[in-house]
């Protein structure tokens, strides 16, 4: 149920992205960002998973946050889902979510320019 709820919202995200593209709002280029951001930080967080599991050294919780921030949201929210990774701790959830908040107020602030 949770995986079905987070590819509902960036299902959601992606359609709204993809119109303000279409309707020339937002410029092609941010379609092809946040797409690579979201593979990234969906690859980080796999890395990570791995990492935790073996006891390796694990990727700062800042540069996950940065990569969400910058527009790889969609593919962490995937990630904490499909991989069951970083949905307990509050904090670093509290931060993900203002990530989030900040991506999208960032994008709808340049959709109205």
Request: net charge positive; aromatic share 8%; with cysteine.
């Amino acid at each position: 149920m949770r995986s079905l709820r987070a590819l509902a919202v960036v299902s959601v995200f992606g359609l709204l992205l993809w119109r303000a593209v279409a309707d020339q709002r937002l410029p092609a280029i941010l379609l092809w960002l946040v797409g690579l951001a979201s593979l990234l930080s969906l690859i980080l967080y796999a890395v990570d998973k791995r990492a935790a599991i073996a006891g390796d050294r694990r990727i700062p919780e800042a540069t996950l946050h940065l990569v969400e921030l910058a527009g790889g949201w969609p593919g962490a929210l995937l990630a904490q889902s499909l991989l069951r990774h970083k949905t307990i701790k509050r904090e670093f959830r509290q931060w993900f979510w203002c990530a989030v908040l900040l991506n999208c107020a960032a994008l709808g602030w340049l959709a109205q320019r």
